[in-house]
């Protein structure tokens, strides 16, 4: 809460945004899961709580933009924040990142056991798709949507990435700089991307410019991440923070170094603002977004 409330003094738009966004999701969220006396559903809200709700943002933020009806739109910020939610239960998993605290509460297998950890990943994957159906968008840009996203979060996106995520820890010679930006762009560019680029889609508008804002945006908050893993501490973070390098893990920071990647970060900020300029003042709060990214301490 320290850094929300010292982000409203630097960019009150921003941060109000930021937050009706999260309250967004959350009542989006809670509509849709049915609750069956089982863990599953509980774990599944547990996991999509307390998160920044940045791709929601985007998504609400972009749509905005473009003269869409924010009703109409939110179950699609619901949609992408249940697939971010998904990615990092399984994320923290012990066969993956093997991880004790998410959000600075215990993880899902933590708190529950692996099994629900991974049933409410499951999950969360499925209602993401159901809450795409759910918007009252013409079908044509749903369809668009659901496929793009399975695209985005499937093999050759954001679980193509974390298995490269992986297999680099114990890849015997390091990832070059491009394979690297590579690994990042799928892991946590696409997601990203796909939030920035549903305005547009729904509106049936040019996805260019902001889909060239989300990919410079994505990149320069995977590197961010991997700074905070560096810099951060776990109490201000919300998750365990020093194991990258340990784990061997190909980030910026193991390539380039601490400052050779806030300065690589830095440009991507300043490509994704350029990138806005055709939408002129309107996209303030998008200008504002990307200076976050990079300046966020958790
Ligand atoms: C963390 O994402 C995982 C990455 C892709 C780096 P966020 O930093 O957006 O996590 P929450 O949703 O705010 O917890
Ligand atoms: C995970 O990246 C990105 C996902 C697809 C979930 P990280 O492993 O670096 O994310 P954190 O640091 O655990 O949030
Ligand atoms: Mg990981
Ligand atoms: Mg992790
Ligand atoms: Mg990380």
């Known amino acids: 809460m320290a850094m929300l409330s010292g982000l409203r003094r630097w960019m009150p738009d921003f941060a109000a945004a930021l937050k009706a966004a999260a309250d967004t999701v959350d009542n989006v969220i809670a509509a849709a899961v049915r609750f069956d006396g089982t863990d599953i559903p509980e774990a599944m809200?547990?996991?999509?709580?307390?998160?920044?709700?940045?791709?929601?943002?985007?998504?609400?933020?972009?749509?905005?933009?473009?003269?869409?009806?924010?009703?109409?739109?939110?179950?699609?910020?619901g949609a992408i924040e249940a697939m971010h939610a998904y990615s990092l239960v399984?994320?923290?998993?012990?066969?993956?990142?093997?991880d004790d605290l998410r959000r600075g509460r215990p993880t899902v297998h933590c708190k529950w056991d692996e099994a629900t950890a991974v049933l409410a990943g499951d999950a969360l994957q499925a209602l993401s798709f159901e809450l795409i159906m759910l918007a009252e968008i013409p079908d044509r840009a749903k369809v668009l949507m659901a496929h793009m996203l399975a695209l985005d979060a499937g093999a050759s996106g954001m679980v193509g990435g974390q298995a490269a995520?992986?297999?680099?820890?114990?890849?015997?010679?390091?990832?070059?700089?491009?394979?690297?930006?590579g690994l990042q762009a799928k892991k946590t560019g696409r997601l990203i991307e796909w939030s920035t680029?549903?305005?547009?889609?729904?509106?049936?508008?040019?996805?260019?410019?902001?889909?060239?804002?989300?990919?410079?945006?994505?990149?320069a908050f995977q590197i961010a991440d991997d700074v905070l893993d560096v810099e951060g501490n776990a109490a201000e973070v919300g998750k365990?923070?020093?194991?990258?390098?340990?784990a061997g893990k190909a980030t910026f920071v193991s390539l380039l170094g601490l400052q050779g990647a806030k300065d690589r970060a830095a440009q991507l900020v300043d490509e994704a603002r350029d990138r806005l300029s055709c939408y002129g003042d309107d996209a303030e709060t998008l200008k504002e977004a990307a200076r976050f990214v990079i300046a966020r301490r958790k």
């Not at 399984?90 to 093997?98: E, F, G, R, V």
């Not at 680029?197 to 990149?219: M, S």
Request: a negative charge; proline letters at 7%.
């Open 45 to 77: 809200i547990y996991a999509t709580k307390g998160g920044k709700s940045l791709r929601g943002f985007l998504v609400l933020e972009g749509a905005r933009l473009h003269g869409v009806d924010p009703k109409s739109v939110a179950p699609i910020a």
């Open 90 to 98: 399984h994320d923290d998993l012990p066969c993956m990142d093997d």
């Open 165 to 181: 995520d992986i297999a680099a820890e114990t890849a015997d010679t390091p990832l070059t700089l491009s394979q690297i930006e």
């Open 197 to 219: 680029a549903a305005g547009p889609r729904i509106a049936d508008a040019d996805e260019t410019p902001l889909r060239q804002y989300g990919r410079a945006l994505g990149l």
């Open 240 to 246: 365990a923070v020093g194991k990258d390098a340990g």
